[in-house]
């Protein structure tokens, strides 16, 4: 009972950090009469299930993990406090890690059970849990520093051809 209690103390911190959430299920828990940390709680299970077995479960993972931090990046970019953006910032260079990693491995990855919801798990920690600041100080970020000038220079080859074909493309307009 004393782990239940400390799950809907978590939720009740989750609410008061995202007041947008609070607002949205205020309405909803007045007319089912289910409290709000209930209603997260209850979502939470139904999510973790579905993840686990259910159709789709990729798609809701992917939804998870994207549509919730894009819309707190939003919020980010609104307000005049530059550390928020950071931290998406660093999420979303993890994410973007992540899933280059994800499709090289996909056929690994299928045999996995229950792969959707570990996925999910990996990304909530990423979000809530300074998970992302984590994987971005220890691995990514040693990486390019070292790489930096070898990125670089790859970067610039790929931007003068992009250039170069932009110009071929415009000289064939005028042909």
Same mark, same amino acid.
């Given at each position: 009972?004393?782990?239940?209690?400390?799950?809907?103390?978590?939720?009740? @911190?989750?609410?008061?950090?995202?007041?947008?959430?609070?607002?949205?299920?205020?309405? $909803? !828990?007045?007319?089912?009469?289910?409290?709000?940390?209930?209603?997260?709680?209850?979502?939470?299970?139904?999510?973790?299930?579905?993840?686990?077995?259910? =159709?789709?479960?990729?798609?809701?993972?992917?939804? $998870?993990?994207?549509?919730?931090?894009? =819309?707190?990046?939003?919020?980010?970019?609104?307000?005049?406090?530059? +550390?928020?953006?950071?931290?998406?910032?660093? =999420?979303? $260079?993890?994410?973007?890690?992540?899933?280059?990693?994800?499709?090289?491995?996909?056929?690994?990855?299928?045999?996995?059970?229950? =792969?959707?919801? $570990?996925?999910?798990?990996?990304?909530?920690?990423?979000?809530?849990?300074?998970?992302? !600041?984590? /994987?971005?100080?220890?691995?990514? +970020?040693?990486?390019?520093?070292?790489? @930096?000038?070898? /990125?670089? !220079?790859?970067?610039?080859?790929?931007?003068?051809?992009?250039?170069?074909?932009?110009?071929?493309? @415009? +000289?064939?307009?005028?042909?």
């Amino acid at each position: 009972m004393a782990s239940l209690e400390k799950v809907k103390a978590g939720v009740d @911190e989750f609410l008061k950090k995202y007041p947008f959430m609070d607002d949205a299920l205020t309405p $909803i !828990s007045q007319k089912t009469n289910v409290s709000k940390v209930n209603l997260v709680v209850g979502v939470g299970i139904f999510t973790a299930v579905w993840l686990a077995i259910g =159709y789709g479960s990729p798609f809701l993972c992917d939804f $998870i993990g994207f549509v919730f931090p894009a =819309y707190l990046s939003f919020k980010a970019v609104e307000t005049p406090d530059t +550390r928020d953006d950071t931290q998406w910032l660093t =999420y979303w $260079i993890v994410y973007s890690y992540f899933g280059i990693l994800e499709f090289f491995s996909d056929y690994l990855l299928f045999w996995i059970p229950f =792969y959707s919801l $570990i996925k999910c798990c990996f990304l909530v920690w990423l979000v809530h849990y300074q998970g992302a !600041s984590l /994987i971005y100080s220890s691995f990514i +970020r040693p990486f390019l520093v070292q790489n @930096e000038s070898k /990125i670089d !220079s790859v970067v610039d080859k790929i931007d003068d051809a992009a250039d170069k074909l932009d110009d071929f493309v @415009e +000289r064939s307009k005028d042909d």
